[in-house]
């Protein structure tokens, strides 16, 4: 069964750090490109950073140097250490598993407001 679940969205103020995490299931995590979307309010949905199943990253420009992508292979879960949170963070967070079909989880709320 294809499965993504996020965790670890929350209410953060500004310059602040929250860690989201997504339990994939396995035939996804070891053959998918994984990463995270977001989609503020009458927004599109945006890439923020991807991962390869060898560790390569990338990252979306507005996220660079303060948003770190990982993952742990054994545990079949993604990450995303977010620091120096901004109020233009604020956003529904999504997991995604990208390949012949694109998969997602549900979505985690992230907020930065003080």
């Known amino acids: 069964q294809v499965q993504l679940v996020e965790s670890g969205g929350g209410l953060v103020q500004p310059g602040g750090s929250l860690r989201l995490s997504c339990a994939a299931s396995?035939?996804?995590?070891?053959?998918?490109?994984m990463g995270w979307y977001r989609q503020a309010p009458g927004k599109h949905r945006d890439l923020v950073a991807t991962i390869t199943s060898n560790g390569l990253t990338s990252y979306a420009d507005s996220v660079k140097g303060r948003f770190t992508v990982s993952r742990d292979n054994a545990k079949s879960t993604l990450y995303l250490q977010m620091n120096s949170l901004k109020p233009d963070d604020t956003a529904v967070y999504y997991c995604?598993?990208?390949?012949?079909?694109?998969?997602w989880g549900q979505g985690t709320q992230v907020t930065v407001s003080s």
């Open positions: 396995r035939s996804l995590f070891i053959t998918y490109l």
């Open positions: 995604n598993a990208g390949g012949p079909e694109h998969y």
